[in-house]
C-alpha cells in the first residue's frame, strides 16, 4: 500500500511569485485535503478536493487555489506570494467525505518565503 | 476563535508511566475526534479516534475518553515508551462538515 507523497519536500520563494506543491494519495483514497501548519500551530484547512471538485474551503483567500486529477493525486497554487504564506503544507488523502474517515497524511513541503 | 484547545503545550513522564494529554472543546456539534502524533519532518500520524457515541475507544498502549458534557477528551498512553516522545494533535469534526479542526499540539518527552 502507497501511503501519501508530497513534492517538492522544501521550496524557497520570493514574495509575489507563484508555487505549486503536488500530491499523490494513498491508495485506493478518492480525497485529498490541503492543511496548511504554521510554525507552533495546529494545520489549519485550506480546501478539500473530492471526484475532481471543491468540496469546501476554509478561511484562506482566493489566491489559495487547488486541482484534484482523474487518479486522485492533487495540486495546490499559490499565487503572490507572501511573506505569511511561510508554512509546512499538508496534504492527506481519505475515503470519501464523511467524517468519521480519518485523515492520512504525507510529510508536507516545507515552504519559505523571502 | 480556537474551537479546540490543546492548553499544555509540553508533558514530561518517566519511562513505563502513564502519559495523560488532554484536549478540549468548544463547539457542541463536534461529533468525532481523533488523534494524531507527529515526529520532526513527517506528516501526522493518525492514532486513534472516538465517535460522541461512545466515550471510551481503546487502541493497545492507547486510550482516549470522551467526556461529552465537559467538552473534553484525553488520551492515556499506558506503558510510555521513549519512542512515543513527539507531537500529540486532537482534532474535531462535525457530522456533514468536510474538514478537521486542530488543536495547537502537546509535546511529549518520555524520558528513559
Known amino acids: 500500500e502507497t501511503g501519501v507523497t508530497q513534492s517538492p519536500t522544501h521550496l524557497i520563494k520570493t514574495r509575489g511569485q507563484q508555487v505549486t506543491l503536488r500530491c499523490s494519495s494513498q491508495s485506493g483514497h478518492n480525497t485529498v485535503s490541503w492543511y496548511q501548519q504554521a510554525l507552533g500551530q495546529g494545520p489549519q484547512f485550506i480546501f478539500q478536493?473530492?471526484?475532481?471538485?471543491?468540496?469546501g474551503r476554509g478561511n484562506f483567500p482566493p489566491r489559495f487555489s487547488g486541482l484534484q486529477f482523474p487518479n486522485y493525486s492533487s495540486e495546490l497554487n499559490v499565487n503572490a506570494l507572501e511573506l505569511d504564506d511561510s508554512a509546512l503544507y499538508l496534504c492527506?488523502?481519505?475515503?470519501?467525505?464523511?467524517?468519521?474517515?480519518?485523515?492520512?497524511f504525507g510529510n508536507g513541503t516545507r515552504l519559505t518565503v523571502t | 476563535d480556537q474551537q479546540v484547545k490543546q492548553n499544555s503545550p509540553s508533558l514530561s513522564v518517566q519511562e513505563g508511566r502513564i502519559s495523560i494529554l488532554n484536549c478540549d472543546y468548544t463547539?457542541?456539534?463536534?461529533?468525532?475526534f481523533l488523534w494524531y502524533k507527529k515526529y520532526p519532518a513527517e506528516g501526522p500520524t493518525f492514532l486513534i479516534s472516538i465517535s460522541s457515541i461512545k466515550d471510551k475507544n481503546e487502541d493497545g498502549r492507547f486510550t482516549v475518553f470522551l467526556n461529552k458534557s465537559a467538552k473534553h477528551l484525553s488520551l492515556h498512553i499506558v506503558p510510555s515508551q521513549p519512542g512515543d516522545s513527539a507531537v500529540y494533535f486532537c482534532?474535531?469534526?462535525?457530522?456533514?462538515?468536510?474538514?478537521?479542526?486542530f488543536g495547537t499540539g502537546t509535546r511529549l518527552k518520555v524520558l528513559a
Open positions: 463547539n457542541s456539534m463536534f461529533d468525532y
Open positions: 492527506a488523502s481519505s475515503v470519501g467525505t464523511e467524517n468519521n474517515s480519518p485523515l492520512h
Open positions: 482534532a474535531a469534526s462535525d457530522s456533514g462538515t468536510y474538514k478537521y479542526i
Open positions: 478536493y473530492y471526484r475532481e471538485e471543491e468540496n
